[in-house]
């Protein structure tokens, strides 16, 4: 790895995906340089998040890493002046869509404000390459499937959804605005599974949001049972369908996006999913047979802004990212498991 590799910020890089997205940078012979202020990460030795920890060993290089808030300017100027980016990949971001009913006020300021001070920073340090994580909740109640990039957006049910909506449409102002910015802004459907190492995973605090974290748990004899939100919904089995995509090829995608920067694509915006949609109950059933443990389960009514069906024509990257989601179903459910096996607390 030469001294000329490229330095790449990563905003949130010790979430989930970020972390993710870390390791694929690394093996890509990029050099990440991750911010993160703790709000959904472990602490570990090393004043590191323990994520990224764990990403060091699978990778054998140190990770470069600084605790900072995304709304902090004055530490964001800071960080832009003492590195040089090639381009920003931006995670940061609050994400629970129940608790962003409850406080649409933090959300905003979290998701909009962070976003405007790191576009501002970038652009008086002159840095114009940025890849976005956006989510398949900008298309609200889809009004056809699968959904393509072309499909109407912003009817969002809630404000976590709205937030991810309004910085798409920031970003691409900014890219009208200025011809000389570059931006991917990537839909992400239902990110699942784990690193094959089984090092690094999904560490939900607390009660888990998502599906599968939940039923993993459930797998694991964390969590008594699985509450089913409606079986009463227009699909093959009564319970809601979503297109789930291995986090690996998720994080591979953001790679293509990096390279897709390169190009001067100007605003460009891609739907990360598998094209395949499964229902609750079927991803229970692979679960199990993933886990061979029985995962007991309760029906229970809808949950408010739950849509029956969400899957991707992921097409589109496919085309111009030359990215395609290469994992399936028990891959994700094979890797998801031998991280909750090996870690049954989390991190």
């Known amino acids: ?22 390791l694929e940078l690394v093996e890509a012979g990029y050099v990440p340089v991750v911010i993160d202020n703790f709000h959904n990460a472990i602490r570990g030795a090393d004043a590191l998040p323990e994520s990224l920890r764990r990403v060091q060993q699978i990778v054998c290089q140190p990770i470069l890493f600084q605790e900072l808030d995304i709304t902090d300017e004055a530490a964001l100027q800071e960080l832009f002046s003492k590195h ?12 629970a869509v129940g608790e962003s009913v409850q406080k649409p006020l933090e959300y905003y300021r979290v998701n909009l404000t962070g976003t405007i001070r790191l576009l501002e920073t970038m652009k008086a340090h002159d840095v114009r390459n940025i890849v976005f994580s956006s989510s398949a909740t900008v ?7 699968p959904l393509d990039e072309n499909h109407p957006v912003g009817g969002c049910t809630n404000p976590y959804g709205k937030s991810k909506y309004f ?20 839909r992400y459907f ?17 009660i888990p949001n998502n599906l599968m974290p939940y039923v993993a748990q459930v797998a694991v004899g964390r969590r008594e049972f699985l509450n089913v939100f409606g079986n009463d919904y227009r699909t093959d089995d009564g ?14 995608g953001h790679i293509a996006a990096l390279k897709k920067l390169k190009e001067n694509c100007g605003c460009k915006i891609y739907n990360l999913g598998t094209g395949t949609g499964y229902s609750v109950l079927q991803m229970v059933r692979a679960m199990e047979k993933a886990s ?3 995962i007991k389960y309760k029906i229970t009514g809808r949950r408010e802004g739950d849509v029956a069906s969400c899957y991707a024509n992921p ?23 031998r991280w909750q096996l090996q870690n049954p607390t989390g991190f």
Request: glycine share 12%; hydrophobic share 40%.
């Open 167 to 186: 910085i798409e449409e920031m970003i691409r102002d900014l890219c009208k605005a200025e011809r000389d910015w570059n931006a991917v802004l990537l």
């Open 190 to 206: 239902n990110p699942i599974g784990a690193h094959e190492s089984g090092m690094i995973g999904e560490d939900p605090q607390g």
């Open 1 to 22: 790895q030469g001294t000329m590799a490229e330095k790449i910020l990563v905003t949130g890089g010790a979430g989930y995906i970020g972390s993710h997205c870390v």
């Open 292 to 294: 061979g443990r029985e």
């Open 139 to 145: 298309y609200g109640d889809p009004k056809y499937l």
């Open 315 to 337: 097409a589109l990257a496919e085309r111009e990212l030359g990215w395609k989601a290469a994992f399936g179903l028990d891959k994700m459910c094979e890797d998801l498991w």
């Open 84 to 95: 040089h980016f090639s381009a920003v990949m931006h995670f940061a971001g609050l994400k």
């Open 239 to 252: 319970t809601g369908v979503r297109d789930y995509i291995h986090v690996v090829d998720l994080a591979k």
